[in-house]
Nanobody
Framework: QVQLVESGGGLVQPGGSLRLSCVASGTIASMNFMGWWRQAPGKQRDPVATAHSDGRRNYADSVKGRFTISRSNAKNTVSLQMNSLTPEDTAVYYC????????WGQGTQVTVSS
């Protein structure tokens, strides 16, 4: 019913920046969450940042001040600007949309390494 496609991942040096983007399609409710989660190998998938259609924004403590989430309700898109990246940010990043349940994209790899 809902499809999500992420883009923008890649390899970046510590201190560098990346911008992730996600486009949702299908039956999208007017009120919903969109956001980003990440999962490192052998680790749990954890929320990074979420953005509700009503304007609420939430960030994980580990990314506050470095990452910025933005969304367009009209276009059903969400982006994540990631600055001052560290190796601890290395993970597969998943775009998610919540409207009664969570829908997930396929993920995009972010690797922070020298």
């Amino acid at each position: 019913q809902v499809q999500l496609v992420e883009s923008g991942g890649g390899l970046v040096q510590p201190g560098g920046s990346l911008r992730l983007s996600c486009v949702a399609s299908g039956t999208i409710a007017s009120m919903n969450f969109m956001g980003w989660w990440r999962q490192a190998p052998g680790k749990q998938r954890d929320p990074v940042a979420t953005a509700h259609s009503d304007g609420r924004r939430n960030y994980a403590d580990s990314v506050k001040g470095r990452f910025t989430i933005s969304r367009s309700n009209a276009k059903n898109t969400v982006s994540l600007q990631m600055n001052s990246l560290t190796p601890e940010d290395t993970a597969v990043y998943y775009c998610g949309l919540g409207q009664g349940r969570w829908y997930w994209g396929q993920g995009t790899q972010v690797t922070v390494s020298s």
